[in-house]
Protein backbone atom coordinates (compact mmCIF):
# COMPACT_ATOMS: atom_id res chain seq x y z
CA UNK A 1 0.00 0.00 0.00
CA UNK A 2 1.00 3.40 -0.82
CA UNK A 3 0.18 5.95 2.44
CA UNK A 4 -0.83 9.14 0.12
CA UNK A 5 -2.12 12.90 1.76
CA UNK A 6 -3.50 15.65 -0.02
CA UNK A 7 -2.71 19.38 0.43
CA UNK A 8 -4.74 21.66 -1.15
CA UNK A 9 -6.40 24.87 -0.08
CA UNK A 10 -9.39 24.57 -2.67
CA UNK A 11 -12.13 21.75 -1.47
CA UNK A 12 -13.55 20.83 -4.29
CA UNK A 13 -9.85 20.23 -5.86
CA UNK A 14 -9.09 17.98 -2.34
CA UNK A 15 -12.62 16.13 -3.27
CA UNK A 16 -11.60 15.59 -6.62
CA UNK A 17 -8.47 14.07 -5.77
CA UNK A 18 -10.21 11.99 -3.61
CA UNK A 19 -11.70 10.60 -6.03
CA UNK A 20 -9.13 9.35 -8.26
CA UNK A 21 -7.71 8.11 -5.31
CA UNK A 22 -10.54 5.97 -4.35
CA UNK A 23 -10.40 3.91 -8.03
CA UNK A 24 -6.79 3.03 -7.20
CA UNK A 25 -6.86 -0.17 -4.75
CA UNK A 26 -3.05 0.42 -3.76
CA UNK A 27 -3.49 3.94 -2.21
CA UNK A 28 -4.43 4.44 1.33
CA UNK A 29 -5.80 7.62 2.43
CA UNK A 30 -4.29 9.22 5.01
CA UNK A 31 -4.98 12.93 5.54
CA UNK A 32 -5.87 15.82 3.72
CA UNK A 33 -4.86 19.52 4.38
CA UNK A 34 -5.93 23.02 3.12
CA UNK A 35 -2.46 24.79 4.06
CA UNK A 36 0.93 23.66 3.92
CA UNK A 37 1.66 24.41 7.72
CA UNK A 38 -0.96 22.10 9.11
CA UNK A 39 0.54 19.27 6.30
CA UNK A 40 4.19 19.85 7.85
CA UNK A 41 3.02 18.88 10.96
CA UNK A 42 1.40 15.49 10.14
CA UNK A 43 4.43 14.95 7.96
CA UNK A 44 6.73 15.19 11.09
CA UNK A 45 5.23 12.70 12.87
CA UNK A 46 3.65 10.37 10.20
CA UNK A 47 5.15 8.01 7.50
CA UNK A 48 3.76 8.87 4.19
CA UNK A 49 4.97 7.89 1.06
CA UNK A 50 3.38 10.16 -1.27
CA UNK A 51 1.75 14.13 -1.37
CA UNK A 52 -0.65 15.28 -3.81
CA UNK A 53 0.28 19.46 -3.62
CA UNK A 54 -0.84 22.09 -4.89
CA UNK A 55 1.44 25.23 -5.60
CA UNK A 56 -0.91 28.21 -5.30
CA UNK A 57 -1.64 28.09 -1.38
CA UNK A 58 -1.89 31.02 1.19
CA UNK A 59 0.96 31.31 3.47
CA UNK A 60 3.50 28.96 2.05
CA UNK A 61 3.12 27.82 -1.56
CA UNK A 62 4.00 24.18 -2.56
CA UNK A 63 7.14 24.87 -4.30
CA UNK A 64 8.54 26.39 -0.59
CA UNK A 65 6.83 24.02 1.48
CA UNK A 66 8.80 21.58 -0.61
CA UNK A 67 12.12 23.16 0.06
CA UNK A 68 11.42 23.53 3.49
CA UNK A 69 11.03 19.60 4.31
CA UNK A 70 14.15 17.87 5.49
CA UNK A 71 12.67 14.58 4.80
CA UNK A 72 10.41 14.03 1.91
CA UNK A 73 7.56 11.95 0.40
CA UNK A 74 7.52 11.41 -3.36
CA UNK A 75 5.37 14.36 -4.48
CA UNK A 76 3.19 14.86 -7.31
CA UNK A 77 2.83 18.49 -7.82
CA UNK A 78 -0.99 19.45 -8.89
CA UNK A 79 -1.99 22.73 -9.97
CA UNK A 80 -3.95 25.07 -12.65
CA UNK A 81 -0.25 26.77 -13.93
CA UNK A 82 1.93 25.01 -15.90
CA UNK A 83 4.66 27.78 -15.76
CA UNK A 84 6.25 26.25 -12.60
CA UNK A 85 6.75 22.51 -14.48
CA UNK A 86 10.70 23.52 -14.84
CA UNK A 87 11.31 25.08 -10.94
CA UNK A 88 9.14 22.09 -9.63
CA UNK A 89 11.58 18.87 -11.52
CA UNK A 90 14.76 21.01 -9.96
CA UNK A 91 13.27 19.60 -6.89
CA UNK A 92 13.02 16.53 -7.61
CA UNK A 93 9.55 15.68 -8.07
CA UNK A 94 7.87 12.23 -8.98
CA UNK A 95 5.12 14.27 -12.04
CA UNK A 96 3.72 17.79 -12.55
CA UNK A 97 -0.28 17.20 -13.28
CA UNK A 98 -2.28 20.64 -15.06
CA UNK A 99 -5.81 20.97 -13.63
CA UNK A 100 -8.51 19.35 -14.51
CA UNK A 101 -6.48 16.21 -14.33
CA UNK A 102 -7.89 13.93 -16.28
CA UNK A 103 -7.68 9.91 -14.75
CA UNK A 104 -5.16 8.93 -17.11
CA UNK A 105 -3.04 11.53 -16.40
CA UNK A 106 -3.27 10.96 -12.82
CA UNK A 107 -2.71 7.40 -12.98
CA UNK A 108 0.28 7.03 -14.85
CA UNK A 109 1.86 9.25 -12.30
CA UNK A 110 0.48 7.04 -9.77
CA UNK A 111 2.20 4.38 -11.31
CA UNK A 112 5.51 6.13 -11.05
CA UNK A 113 5.51 6.22 -7.80
CA UNK A 114 4.39 2.40 -7.29
CA UNK A 115 7.50 1.60 -10.06
CA UNK A 116 9.93 3.26 -7.93
CA UNK A 117 8.74 2.09 -4.60
CA UNK A 118 9.51 -1.36 -6.43
CA UNK A 119 12.53 -0.73 -7.51
CA UNK A 120 13.74 0.16 -3.56
CA UNK A 121 12.55 -2.39 -1.76
CA UNK A 122 13.85 -4.77 -4.57
CA UNK A 123 17.29 -3.14 -4.46
CA UNK A 124 17.34 -2.94 -0.39
CA UNK A 125 16.47 -6.90 -1.22
CA UNK A 126 19.21 -7.97 -3.40
CA UNK A 127 21.74 -6.02 -0.80
CA UNK A 128 20.53 -8.84 1.70
CA UNK A 129 20.85 -11.36 -0.71
CA UNK A 130 23.82 -10.82 -3.25
CA UNK A 131 26.60 -8.46 -3.84
CA UNK A 132 25.07 -6.51 -6.43
CA UNK A 133 26.30 -5.54 -9.61
CA UNK A 134 24.26 -2.59 -10.91
CA UNK A 135 22.28 0.60 -9.35
CA UNK A 136 19.28 2.50 -10.63
CA UNK A 137 19.88 5.82 -11.13
CA UNK A 138 16.98 8.56 -11.67
CA UNK A 139 17.98 10.21 -15.05
CA UNK A 140 15.60 12.15 -17.88
CA UNK A 141 12.43 11.54 -15.62
CA UNK A 142 13.13 7.18 -15.79
CA UNK A 143 15.19 5.25 -13.48
CA UNK A 144 18.10 3.85 -15.78
CA UNK A 145 19.52 0.63 -15.05
CA UNK A 146 23.84 1.30 -14.77
CA UNK A 147 26.11 -1.63 -14.30
CA UNK A 148 28.63 -0.94 -11.97
CA UNK A 149 31.24 -2.17 -14.85
CA UNK A 150 30.09 0.04 -17.12
CA UNK A 151 30.94 2.70 -15.52
CA UNK A 152 34.64 4.66 -16.15
CA UNK A 153 34.19 7.47 -14.46
CA UNK A 154 31.51 10.20 -12.39
CA UNK A 155 31.87 13.65 -12.50
CA UNK A 156 30.05 15.83 -9.73
CA UNK A 157 28.89 19.15 -10.60
CA UNK A 158 27.55 21.09 -7.42
CA UNK A 159 23.91 19.27 -6.78
CA UNK A 160 24.12 16.89 -10.35
CA UNK A 161 26.16 13.92 -11.42
CA UNK A 162 27.50 12.75 -14.58
CA UNK A 163 28.08 9.02 -14.74
CA UNK A 164 30.54 8.61 -17.71
CA UNK A 165 29.81 4.89 -19.27
CA UNK A 166 31.15 2.86 -22.01
CA UNK A 167 29.68 3.94 -25.90
CA UNK A 168 30.00 7.21 -24.79
CA UNK A 169 27.07 6.59 -22.57
CA UNK A 170 26.10 9.65 -20.15
CA UNK A 171 23.62 9.99 -17.09
CA UNK A 172 22.60 12.81 -15.29
CA UNK A 173 21.17 12.64 -11.75
CA UNK A 174 20.23 15.20 -9.09
CA UNK A 175 23.28 14.04 -6.65
CA UNK A 176 25.86 15.34 -5.39
CA UNK A 177 29.33 13.11 -5.36
CA UNK A 178 29.47 12.20 -1.64
CA UNK A 179 26.21 10.80 -1.75
CA UNK A 180 26.58 8.84 -4.70
CA UNK A 181 29.60 7.34 -3.34
CA UNK A 182 28.22 6.53 -0.15
CA UNK A 183 26.44 4.20 -2.41
CA UNK A 184 28.94 2.74 -4.37
CA UNK A 185 30.94 -0.16 -3.44
CA UNK A 186 34.05 0.84 -1.84
CA UNK A 187 36.34 -2.04 -3.55
CA UNK A 188 35.58 -0.82 -7.09
CA UNK A 189 35.63 2.91 -6.74
CA UNK A 190 37.78 5.39 -5.29
CA UNK A 191 36.83 9.28 -4.82
CA UNK A 192 40.56 10.80 -6.68
CA UNK A 193 39.18 14.53 -6.46
CA UNK A 194 36.34 16.83 -5.07
CA UNK A 195 34.59 16.38 -8.81
CA UNK A 196 35.79 13.08 -9.45
CA UNK A 197 34.86 9.38 -8.78
CA UNK A 198 36.81 6.45 -10.78
CA UNK A 199 36.35 2.68 -11.55
CA UNK A 200 39.61 1.57 -10.07
CA UNK A 201 39.78 -1.26 -12.58
CA UNK A 202 40.29 0.64 -14.99
CA UNK A 203 43.21 2.41 -14.12
CA UNK A 204 46.63 2.23 -16.29
CA UNK A 205 48.71 4.26 -14.31
CA UNK A 206 49.17 6.79 -12.00
CA UNK A 207 51.41 9.79 -11.63
CA UNK A 208 51.89 13.19 -9.26
CA UNK A 209 48.74 14.40 -9.66
CA UNK A 210 47.05 12.56 -12.52
CA UNK A 211 45.59 9.28 -13.19
CA UNK A 212 45.36 7.96 -16.66
CA UNK A 213 43.14 5.35 -17.75
CA UNK A 214 42.85 4.27 -21.68
CA UNK A 215 40.49 7.13 -22.65
CA UNK A 216 40.90 9.79 -19.78
CA UNK A 217 43.52 11.65 -17.40
CA UNK A 218 41.46 12.04 -14.51
CA UNK A 219 42.48 14.88 -11.67
CA UNK A 220 44.13 12.85 -8.23
CA UNK A 221 43.44 16.07 -5.99
CA UNK A 222 46.35 16.01 -3.02
CA UNK A 223 43.21 15.53 0.02
CA UNK A 224 42.37 12.21 -1.83
CA UNK A 225 46.20 11.32 -2.86
CA UNK A 226 47.48 9.65 0.24
CA UNK A 227 44.42 7.89 1.20
CA UNK A 228 44.07 6.02 -2.29
CA UNK A 229 47.58 5.73 -2.38
CA UNK A 230 47.39 3.43 0.69
CA UNK A 231 44.05 1.64 -0.30
CA UNK A 232 44.80 0.69 -4.59
CA UNK A 233 48.82 1.47 -4.65
CA UNK A 234 50.39 0.11 -1.70
CA UNK A 235 48.43 -3.17 -1.29
CA UNK A 236 49.10 -3.91 -4.66
CA UNK A 237 53.00 -2.96 -4.88
CA UNK A 238 55.66 -5.61 -6.34
CA UNK A 239 59.26 -4.52 -4.94
CA UNK A 240 62.17 -6.06 -3.02
Not at 156 to 164: A, F, L, N, R, S
Amino acid sequence: MINYIIVDDEPLARDGMSINCDQVPYLNHKGSFSNAIEASTFLSSEETDLMFLDIEMPGLNGLDFIRSLKKRPHIILCTAYPQYALESYELDVIDYLVKPIKFERFFSAVNKVKDYLLLSAADTAEIDAYEKTFMYIKSDRQFKKVFYEDVLYIKGMKDYVVIHAKDNKKYMTSMNVKTILAQLPTNLFARTSKSYIIQVKNIISIGTDTIFTADHELPLGPSYKVDFIERFVKTNLVGR
